[in-house]
């Protein structure tokens, strides 16, 4: 299940792209079978471990376009083990929310990507994710969980005191904020719960048929309930050259 669109974040054969905060791999998976050079990064060894068995299996059966690589390293996102300019492109998906220092993790992300080069940002939506917060102390207080809550301003204007030109966005994983709801409202370990059960069986018929009619009631509950917000930036090629230089696009959902 991908957040990010790769149509308005596009990659080419040969791209050196960072998967930063990858957790189990979904967009490092893609990004190698679009023939980049992936470093799939995370805090959480044990994630990687299972990328990197991914990785492996994806190699043996022939998933990658012949150049492409794909690596692993573990580190802390607030010290990125990479010099300076060392990426053509950067996804940093549902990690932010969970660092403390984000902007020193901004800082880095700015630090490690190419002038010119482009970010891909993904964090929980404010109306989904407020809405969970209310309904479960469990869902943002277990170890390593969410422990801030964005507005799209609140990231933008963060990322733009960092460098960054806005883009654009978007919001994805419509049909999954009604699941999380569910899960918060009777118990976010209660797998046994028959309705959520239940919402989690439409959502693997989803993912795996991607029917018709699903899609659309996705794209229009997106606008608004939307499990995820999606915003591009890139870092400017003149150095020090402000946000406002740029003008921001605004997507549709």
């Known amino acids: ?24 791999g979904r967009h ?3 990004l190698y079978r679009r023939g980049a050079h992936v470093v799939a990064f995370d805090l959480d060894q044990d994630e990687l471990d299972g990328v990197e068995k991914m990785f492996g299996a994806m190699r ?8 492409a690589t794909a690596r692993t390293v573990q580190g802390d996102a607030r ?6 300019d060392s ?30 080069g482009r970010l891909a940002v993904t964090v929980p ?13 469990d869902y943002h207080t277990a170890p390593g969980g969410h422990i801030r809550i964005y507005t799209r301003a609140e990231l933008q204007a963060k990322l733009k005191a960092t460098g960054f030109r806005v883009d654009g966005h978007h919001h994805a994983h419509g049909l999954h904020t009604p699941y999380w709801w569910i899960k918060c409202a009777v118990g976010v370990n209660n797998d046994a719960n028959p309705l959520a059960q239940a919402y989690h069986k439409l959502l693997v018929w989803d993912i795996m048929k991607r ?43």
Request: some cysteine.
């Open 79 to 84: 010290h990125l083990p990479f010099p300076d």
């Open 60 to 67: 043996l059966e022939g998933e990658p376009p012949e150049g």
């Open 28 to 30: 490092a998976f893609e």
């Open 211 to 253: 029917p018709l009619a699903t899609r659309i009631a996705e794209q229009a509950l997106n606008p608004v309930l939307g499990k995820s917000v999606v915003v591009y930036f890139t870092k400017p090629s003149t150095p020090g050259r402000p946000e406002s230089a740029g003008k921001e696009k605004v997507d549709a959902a």
């Open 1 to 24: 299940m991908l957040t990010v669109d790769f149509q308005r974040f596009p990659i080419t054969p040969g791209d050196h792209v960072l998967d930063m905060g990858c957790g189990a």
């Open 87 to 116: 990426f053509d492109k950067i996804i940093a998906s549902e990690v932010l929310e969970h660092i403390g220092d984000d902007l020193a993790a901004m800082a880095e992300l700015k630090r490690v990507l190419k002038p010119g």
């Open 125 to 137: 939506s404010w109306l989904p994710e407020r809405v969970c917060w209310a309904l479960s102390e």
